[in-house]
């Protein structure tokens, strides 16, 4: 029988996990560390950053030949530190491995969805530190910056571990995040205006999807229909 080249869940010591880490720290790394199973293989994953996505996307977007499976390659292979894995090897996995990789990847960057049936039986094996939260005196002041205006609604929120102070936005304030022209990102510009905890944020090194998640999230309490889940989000 030919022996499995991938290692088992039983070889994956504390000390590599204690190397990965630190590798990722010297980086610059800000997110989660996940440890999964998928079939019999085993995996330690983190998030996709935001900057990496964007080039990712603007990557293949310039190959007219490129396809889903490449983004689930690139996303796969710029999210699973263990263990190591080139383009040709990802044809040795199981046929399903990649896209759940790409599933458990996403999610952890900051998707929007249930994350219960993605991270089951996942081990967090994380140690960063995120900004610390404002202080009852900081949240105060950003309420008076609103003062009694019943069109203005604050909440909170906590995605992949950071915590975020996020509003609506009103109708005379979409002229200033409106595309100005067709197929433009305006995210940031949304983001600028309806994030309001912690200021002045680098997007570029949190998990991808933390800055659509959120938007997604101002839009909803905007008045925009989508479906994003604020339920549970706390109202100041």
């Known amino acids: 029988m030919k022996e499995n080249a991938m290692p088992d869940v039983h070889e994956l010591t504390e000390e590599t996990v204690a190397k990965l880490r630190a590798g990722l720290v010297e980086e610059g790394y800000i997110g989660p560390l996940r440890k ?3 079939g019999f293989q085993t995996f330690v994953y983190r998030a996709v950053s935001y900057k990496e996505y964007l080039d990712i996307v603007d990557d293949l977007g310039r190959n007219p030949a490129a396809t889903q499976q490449d983004l689930t390659d690139r996303m796969v292979l710029a ?3 263990y263990p190591e894995l080139t383009k040709e090897g990802l044809a040795d996995l199981g046929m399903g491995v990649s896209y759940s990789l790409r599933d458990k990847i996403e999610m952890v960057s900051g998707t929007l969805a249930d994350p219960l049936a993605h991270f089951l039986g996942d081990e967090d094996v994380s140690t ?6 404002p202080t009852e ?5 950003i309420k008076k910056l609103y003062g009694d205006d019943p069109f203005v609604q604050i909440r909170s929120t906590r995605l992949m571990g950071f915590s975020f102070l996020y509003r609506n936005l009103k109708g005379r304030e979409y002229a200033e995040v409106a595309p100005t022209q067709e197929g433009e990102d305006v995210r940031e510009r949304v983001l600028a205006k309806g994030i ?8 570029s090194m949190l998990p991808a999807f933390i800055p659509e998640a959120l938007q997604q999230k101002i839009f909803a309490l905007s008045g925009v229909q989508l479906e994003p889940d604020i339920e549970d989000d706390e109202e100041l």
Request: aromatic share 16%.
């Open 79 to 81: 999210g699973v530190v």
């Open 128 to 133: 960063y530190e995120t900004w610390v939260d």
């Open 36 to 38: 999964t199973k998928v």
């Open 196 to 203: 309001l905890w912690p200021a002045n944020t680098d997007w």
């Open 137 to 141: 005196d900081e949240l105060e002041n």
